[in-house]
């Protein structure tokens, strides 16, 4: 790849396997917003940063952003160093199905995303939808975070930090239109705020299972959301979150029992291996595609 820096954006000549459409509409991140011009303005790490893709050429642009930045914070959170081609190929060997999904959305990436904002987010997305998830966590960082920046004409704010949300009650949160999530979200929030985020945070080099166990200690935390979780802050791309639309995917195009969740994790673990979660999302876009919700 080639990378430069000119006019605060960073050019990166030779990116595969990446379109902004497949990475931000898959259900992962919340604090992304689609501009006119087809590229996304988003919040992470306390920067606002926009991002551009041009296929022919295979170019990211990122506006808003350094060299230095680029390799301390966005080369980690866009993946870029995973040969996503591989995985694919991999992945699609003698399975018809996956071989659809991912011509689905090839562009597709995990993001490696900050643990703490991820571990709201996700207690927040139960029994929940995407556009309102997106209002929810808005919201408490607008009433909450700190402001960060402006990208044409849009406030960002910052997540806030554990402290901060440890220190509110439920009816604090009652603006964010969280209904019975607030109370997880503070009694969370004062568990991580009380040993330091250091323990959440050192969960990314502990292994699978003691990461999910620790989340599942966690209040609002069940094993969907430390799923979550661990595939899109800690890097466990066994991870395999299975949801209503995975569920369904599962029953309707592999033909597992539609409340055998175990079989479900088995079938991940045998077939996909250390790519379960990569799977399960392109699995969660093209049946969403297929069904055309959102």
């Known amino acids: ?14 990116v595969r396997d990446f379109h902004p459409d497949h990475i931000f509409d898959c259900g992962q991140c919340f604090r992304w917003n689609k501009e006119e011009d087809g590229s996304y303005t988003g919040i992470a790490h306390g920067r606002v940063i926009n991002v551009s893709y041009f296929e022919d050429s295979e170019t990211l642009v990122l506006d808003q952003t350094t060299l230095s930045d680029y390799e301390t914070i966005w080369k980690h959170y866009f993946d870029l160093d995973r040969d996503y081609g591989e995985i694919k190929r991999q992945l699609c060997l003698e399975d018809e199905i996956m071989t659809e999904a991912v011509a689905c959305c090839y562009g597709l990436r995990i993001l490696n995303q900050e643990k703490w904002e991820t571990l709201v987010s996700f207690i927040i997305s139960q029994n929940n939808n995407i556009p309102r998830i997106k209002k929810c966590i808005e919201g408490i960082c607008e009433k909450f975070g700190e402001e960060a920046g402006t990208y044409r004409g849009r406030k960002y704010f910052s997540f806030p930090q554990p402290e901060v949300l440890a220190g509110l009650s439920e009816m604090d949160l009652e603006p964010c239109r969280l209904g019975y999530r607030a109370k997880y979200i503070v009694e969370t929030a004062v568990k991580v705020s009380a040993g330091g985020t250091e323990t959440l945070n050192r969960m990314g080099e502990a292994s ?35 949801d209503v639309w995975i569920r369904r995917v599962m029953t309707q195009l592999y033909g597992i029992e539609e409340s055998d969740t175990k079989a479900m994790y088995a079938y991940s673990s045998k077939h996909f291996g250390d790519y379960g979660g990569i799977a399960q999302q392109y699995l969660f876009y093209y049946i969403r595609q297929k069904n055309n919700e959102a």
């Open 1 to 14: 790849m080639k990378i430069w820096e000119e006019d605060s954006k960073v050019i990166i000549q030779g």
């Open 208 to 242: 699978d299972e003691e990461a999910h166990s620790y989340l599942l200690g966690l209040s609002g935390v069940g094993p969907k959301v430390a799923n979550c979780i661990s595939l899109f802050s800690m890097g466990k791309t066994k991870s395999f979150p299975v």
